[in-house]
């Protein structure tokens, strides 16, 4: 028999396939949206000497490359990261319930925070195997210098497939994006769970559909931004990792070697302050787009008491 959420909403087939496409609409969409950031941020983590600071950053990519330099890499953001939304959001419903049953009722009200880790962490790691080749793609893209790598979808996949050797196409970042990935949606998860959790409990105390759809999606909005700051500290380092390994000075250098040589103060704190802005943006507006979603199609908010 399918789970039945709050509100009394059947968490079947169609309940997991429609959150599967707000999570596709969730990361698709806003992790484009910033492709200037995100180029300006990994230029930033690859380059440190060169790219300063986000304004100094975008203002030296604009002066040589152009504008539409700072769009670099939009195309396989947008596809590495539907797909990555898809099973982050979607698998999240799915294994959050799987453990839910799996623990029993008393055991996983007592213990609600492992089961949010526990369903994230499970999503994130097949979510990663989604978004690794794109994520690599975009990378490379993204910190090439100008004119020495190609910048549209088809002929950048080439060229990565054709250098495999070198460039460990398709899934070389797998591991590093592991270490990224999963830390960061862990948090991302519990800390919105518990924020929605503490908005209900002590700012909102009547009962949760006693309040507007504007009123809870605002709390959405709030939780996710507050989560996607913790996210963004946590799971930095490993996205510096992510970055340098697309630096032609890298080449064939183990995870390792590379977090070696560049020492764990640089990579947990170059491009830091434009992660945060990034990611505090982005997780609000990846919560609120996914519980908009949800919400239009008669399935609620994500959270509660």
Same mark, same amino acid.
């Given at each position: ?50 790219? +300063? ?5 975008? +203002? ?108 460990? *196409? ?17 948090? +991302?998860?519990?800390? *919105? ?99 908009? *979603? ?12």
């Amino acid at each position: 028999m399918a789970p039945v959420g709050p509100g009394g909403v059947v968490h079947d087939t169609s309940y997991y396939a429609k959150c599967l496409f707000g999570g596709i609409l969730a990361c698709g969409l806003t992790h484009t949206v910033i492709t200037p950031l995100d180029v300006t941020k990994c230029n930033m983590q690859v380059n440190p000497q060169k790219y +300063k600071g986000l304004g100094q950053g975008l +203002k030296t990519i604009i002066a040589e490359e152009g504008s539409a330099a700072l769009w670099k890499g939009w195309a396989p953001t947008l596809i590495g990261y539907s797909a990555q939304g898809a099973f982050k959001y979607g698998l999240y419903e799915v294994f959050k319930d799987f453990y839910t049953n799996l623990a029993g009722p008393e055991i996983a009200t007592n213990y609600k925070g492992l089961i949010w880790c526990a369903g994230s962490a499970s999503a994130e790691f097949f979510a990663d195997i989604a978004l690794c080749p794109m994520e690599m793609v975009k990378v490379k893209v993204q910190t090439s210098p100008a004119g020495t790598f190609p910048t549209s979808l088809g002929p950048a996949i080439a060229a990565m497939n054709a250098d495999r050797a070198v460039t460990r *196409f398709p899934f070389g970042s797998l591991t590093p994006l592991w270490s990224r990935q999963i830390p960061y949606t862990v948090a +991302k998860f519990y800390f *919105f769970e518990k924020a929605v959790q503490f908005f209900y409990t002590n700012v909102f105390t009547k009962p949760k559909n006693e309040y507007s759809k504007a009123t809870q999606l605002g709390i959405t909005f709030a939780s996710g931004y507050s989560a996607g700051i913790i996210c963004a500290i946590v799971s930095h380092p490993a996205d510096s990792l992510v970055s340098l390994m697309s630096k032609p000075a890298n080449k064939g250098k183990s995870v390792g070697t590379i977090a070696s040589e560049t020492g764990i103060a640089t990579l947990a704190t170059k491009g830091l302050g434009t992660r945060v802005l990034m990611i505090g943006t982005l997780t609000g507006l990846q919560w609120w787009i996914y519980d908009s *979603f949800k919400s239009a199609m008669g399935l609620g908010t994500t959270g509660g008491k």
